[in-house]
């Protein structure tokens, strides 16, 4: 240990030396003239923002324009440091009730302080880095529908006691609708001791989390607005790094790095080891997704620590200036309660002339729900099929190209069917502001996402997957992958029956592959980089056939099993049709 300790502290003094040379050639740098139409001087720009500190390090803290807090004294209590909370087992009907209710312990929470201490999940030279003295205002917007009350206050907690109060303009908190007994008045009480600092307003309806964000965007005052949901603890001196960009260059939207907040011990846990960079991209069926930043954009940045550029985000955490966010229209209104959203404003802003950076040293902590606790009520009435699938369409019709939207409907064939609404409104906007296609985003800003997700081969076939023998359908009864994928009535609304094969033999459903051997149908994560697949349809036959040895998908006609049997003709177990219809 003691040897560790010293490769350790050899280790850091090589580092100092390191970031010394670095620090060196980024002031040379810094005299270059830039020029503000190319977007890679831009970015230099951005980063001359923070003065990394190197010439003082290691002793720096707390000087002018660092903003870094005095390390605090450990506290001793439940969940203090971040660490976990187990209740005791006697309070085991309490733990069930609040998840049950809210899908997080909330029980648990009430036990840990409003002002926690939480783990540093930074890298450690984000401590040295130098922001302007002079930046933003910022409104942090919280909006919230029947959150528990001692999370949505620690969210609150964690935002004064982690930020300069100078940036600090106000707390918007957006109350949609909320419905549980005691949340208003409890809430307006607390609030109090903030001195008017944090106000809440209330929709007159449920609208959504969605139209509820755009409300409150308008309604704050500061020139910066930052949204958090309202289970959110942010981390140590989480809010300059965020400013920085948006101070130099407006249309810059900045995420912190999302770390998780266990939904039942409340332990804060860094989501990648620090250093670990990170960005979004999505899958065809617009399913979020996360990549390691591509050397393309890595090789840009000196230090780990430095904001980097990200096609799109999760969704519930960023930062903007207010008029900017109002000037791309806020969100698209025409957006149902929740999803989708993230695509629509990242599209925007990169296709419209703006760009999004990730933050490392801006961490915030988030409780990931074991289920989603709401329902979406009266806003669902009159809408068939998803209103996530709704969303997604609106935003592919709007801002994807004609070749992107196929990749789309291959991926998500049902959506073809879907009511998404009037987007002209949205199209007049992209073109009054005179946005680029959506193939100038996938070539300069979203290129890795192909890497993960290559462009999709059409469908050959698509629909439900119906045996002659029994009249029952391939259904995946909603199970994650990987799992065993069974049989069960035809019931034609789509969803976990709808199965796809394309042209290069790839047998899916939703984001998920088939894989079979003679005992077993499976659905599994589908490898990484590739479209095809084992299987063909033989349309002759009605055979779905595999590869290997050339057997079909067979239905064992006592134990109802599937698996793969050689093919017989004469074998209504071995016959498949493949169909769809449009839903009622
Ligand atoms: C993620 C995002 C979330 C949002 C969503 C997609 C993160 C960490 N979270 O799901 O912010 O972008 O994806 O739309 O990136 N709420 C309302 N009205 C509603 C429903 C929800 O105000 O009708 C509030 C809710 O109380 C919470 C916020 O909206 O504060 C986000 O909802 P969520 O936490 O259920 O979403 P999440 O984290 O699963
Ligand atoms: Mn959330």
Redo the contacts with the bound molecule.
Sequence with gaps: NLRRGRIARIAAAAAICLMLVYALHKYSKESESVSSSDVHLVQSEIVSAYKYHADVYPKLLNEDGNFEPKPLKPVVGNGEGGQPYHMPEIMANDVAESESQYGMNIAASDKIAMNRTILDTRMEECKFWHYPENLPKTSVI????N?GFSVLMRTVHSVFNRSPPQFLHEVVLVD?YSDKDDLKEKLDKYIKRWNGKVRVIRNEK?E???R?RSRGASEATGEVIVFL???CEVNLNWLPPLLAPIYRDPKIMTVPV?DGIDHRTFEYRPVYQAGANYRGIFEWGMLYKENEVPSRESKKHEHKSEPYKSPTH????FAMNRKYFLELGAYDPGLL???G??FELSFKIWQCGGSIEWVPCSRVG?VY?AF?P?SFGDLARNKKGSLITINYKRVIETWFDEEHKQYFYTREPMARFLDMGDISKQVELKNKLNCKGFDWFMKEVAYDVYDKFPKLPPNVKWGMVKNKATSACLDTLGRGAPSYIATSACHGVGGNQIFRLNSAGQLGVGERCVEADADSVKQAVCRLGTVDGPWSYDDAESHIIHRLHGHCLTMHATTKALGLRPCDPHNLYQQWTITHKKPN
Excluded: S
């Design positions: 919280i909006v919230f529908h959150e949609d449920r959504g989390l969605i509820t949901d309202a289970h999302i999760a969704g519930g955490l309660v929740w999803g959203e993230n988030h729900r989603m709401y």
